[in-house]
């Protein structure tokens, strides 16, 4: 947007008698609380679509009762406020964040326009777990009516449910029929006499794949033939398997269509799966078993295939490296947050394809009973392996399966330790992978001395570390007392008369923390340097670029 468009907008912003829903102007002329920031971005985003616009304002650096131009200094430097998407994303619902935050100059000063987005038609948006929205010009909890209301838009139509105009039973496919009915019955064995009985359209009417004989997209996507893909063009019903090797290059590739139903086991068929051994604690024979449970495949593929957003047009992806599966589908994920599944293992409320997911369920491909993806964090918890990551940003769903121990020891153990709840190992495995934590599970893990250390460089406590086989890691994380760095300096200085300042960083970089990186282990050295001068134990009797350090000798 050019600065001509930006200036017409804020004028017509100004112009506006007072504030509105979707409009608001702060000052926040030396800053702005990022939890309050946060707040405003749910409710704007909220009452945007309640009142059917596609964007909201909200605006720094203007007067909220004139709307004179003051200025902000609100984040001054561009690379804060770019930072500012992924913070906020961090903490709202499906990680939808500002479709653009623009800086405007003028002569009366700075001005910072953040463009929020609508909330997606069915899903409130939530900062940090709670709903807000507008009472006029005033920021409150958005109301249990508005909340139902956008999440009623989503059961107005559902894509999967259409029928399909022209498509007829020839335009399914007899093998994923016959596989279906197996399923079927399979899934309802109390049903598996009468199944035999019927005839295809009594059948997949039972089975909820066709409405009355027609035929449905839910259809052409689980049973069509390959050539019947057409029917719901623009839509596509394929899934990418792509094979790399360790240095992320292509080796091989396969793309399957209709049906789904048999393109699950074509793709299944594709993945190595190969042998993973290590050693078990007390004996010299090797522990032998696959990369991947079975299961976690098929039900990372099968949610893929349930949950697509099809109206974006885009292809189902498997990625398969070395030591990892990669499976990504378009659209948000409706649950919001993974670990709110994993810990209520309970069937959703909304689907984005109620009658594809209730299909697949019928022909045993999905759980709609909830506990899928809590099981294939089970499966990762029994073979030591890492839990899986999801990565729900950049309005798809990205899941990846580690197919090997991260750290054997700690993994192999951690796993066995029966009083370590689920939770409490998803929380560990974020600070294995130096992920963040959030305040509540931060001041869990401490009140049970599972971690140490300082935000965001936490390591694992000398509990759980004694239990893991991580004594070394932990000596290596945990710093020494700063008495002991102040005394080393000291003694090394009288020992060799003088020491240069890289002569200092050699003798303590290896001494401190494995946490801290170049720039913290710099500043620490500089600060016990600064502390010793402070207290005339030593002295600088070189320059302050050339620094040499020698002793501070005492007056008679």
């Known amino acids: 947007m050019t600065n001509s468009e930006l200036k017409d907008i804020l004028l017509s912003l100004r112009n506006l008698t007072a504030e509105n829903e979707i409009v608001e102007f702060k000052e926040a002329k030396n800053g702005y609380d990022f939890t309050k920031l946060g707040k405003y971005f749910s409710a704007l985003s909220n009452e945007a679509n309640l ?9 720094f650096g203007v007067e909220n009762k004139k709307h ?4 902000t200094q609100y984040r001054p430097q561009r690379k804060d406020l770019d930072k500012l998407k992924s913070e906020i994303g961090d903490k709202t619902t499906n990680r939808i964040t500002f479709i653009e935050i623009y800086e405007l100059k003028v002569p009366e000063g700075r001005v910072v326009m953040f463009q929020i987005p609508a909330a997606p038609k069915g899903f409130p948006i939530a900062f940090d777990g709670h709903y807000y929205g507008r009472d006029n010009e005033a920021l409150s909890p958005l109301n249990l009516e508005e909340i ?11 894509w999967s449910a259409a029928i399909v105009s022209g498509a007829t039973l020839d335009d399914l496919d007899e093998e994923a029929i016959a596989l279906a009915r197996k399923n079927f019955k399979n899934k309802f064995p109390e049903k598996a006499t009468d199944v035999d009985t019927w005839d295809e359209i009594t059948f997949l009417n039972k089975a ?3 409405i009355k004989g027609k035929i449905t997209r839910t259809a052409i996507i689980l049973l069509g033939r390959e050539e019947s893909e057409h029917f719901i063009n623009p839509a596509e019903a394929k899934v990418r398997w792509l094979l790399k090797d360790a240095l ?13 139903i048999l393109a699950v086991d074509k793709v299944y068929a594709k993945i190595r799966n ?10 010299l024979f090797p522990d032998e078993i696959n990369q991947y449970e079975p299961y976690s495949i098929r039900e990372a593929l099968n949610n893929c295939i349930a949950h697509q957003d099809y109206t974006k047009h885009g292809r189902i992806n498997v990625v398969e490296m070395d030591d990892q599966l990669i499976f990504t589908n378009l659209g948000s994920f409706i649950p919001g947050s993974v670990e709110k599944v994993v810990k209520e293992d309970a069937p959703e409320e909304h689907y984005r394809n109620r009658f594809l997911a209730a299909a697949m369920f019928n022909l045993k491909m999905v759980d709609t009973a909830g506990g899928g993806i809590k099981k294939i964090f089970n499966y990762q918890r029994e073979r030591f392996f890492p839990m899986p990551d999801y990565d729900l940003s950049d309005g798809k769903v990205k899941v990846t399966i580690s197919g090997k121990i991260l750290d054997i020891e700690y993994a192999r153990l951690l796993a ?4 370590l709840t689920l939770d409490e190992i998803i929380m560990l495995d974020k600070v294995q992978k130096k992920k963040p934590l959030s305040e509540f599970e931060e001041k869990h893990l401490r009140d049970k001395k599972l971690i140490e250390g300082r935000k965001p460089n936490y390591f694992i406590g000398i509990k759980v570390a004694a239990k893991t086989g991580q004594k070394a890691a932990y000596s290596k994380n945990k710093a020494f007392d700063k008495t002991y760095y102040l005394d080393l300096i000291e003694k090394a200085i009288k020992e060799h008369k003088s020491l240069e ?17 170049e720039i913290q282990k710099k500043n620490k050295v500089k600060n016990l340097l600064f502390e010793l001068k402070q207290s005339n134990r030593i002295k600088n009797v070189g320059t302050f670029k050339n620094s040499i350090w020698v002793q501070n000798q005492k007056e008679n």
């Open 51 to 59: 009142k059917g616009k596609t964007y909201a304002w909200l605006v």
């Open 68 to 71: 004179d131009i003051v200025g």
């Open 148 to 158: 139902e209301r956008i999440r009623a838009q989503a059961t107005t139509e559902d």
């Open 208 to 210: 909820k794949i066709t």
């Open 248 to 260: 992320g290059n292509d080796k091989d590739y396969a793309i399957f269509g209709c049906p789904m």
């Open 274 to 283: 190969l042998k993973y051994r290590y050693i078990k604690e007390g004996t």
């Open 416 to 419: 066995q330790h029966r009083d």
């Open 501 to 517: 300042r890289s002569d200092i960083d050699e003798l303590l970089w290896k001494k401190l923390p494995d946490w801290m990186d």
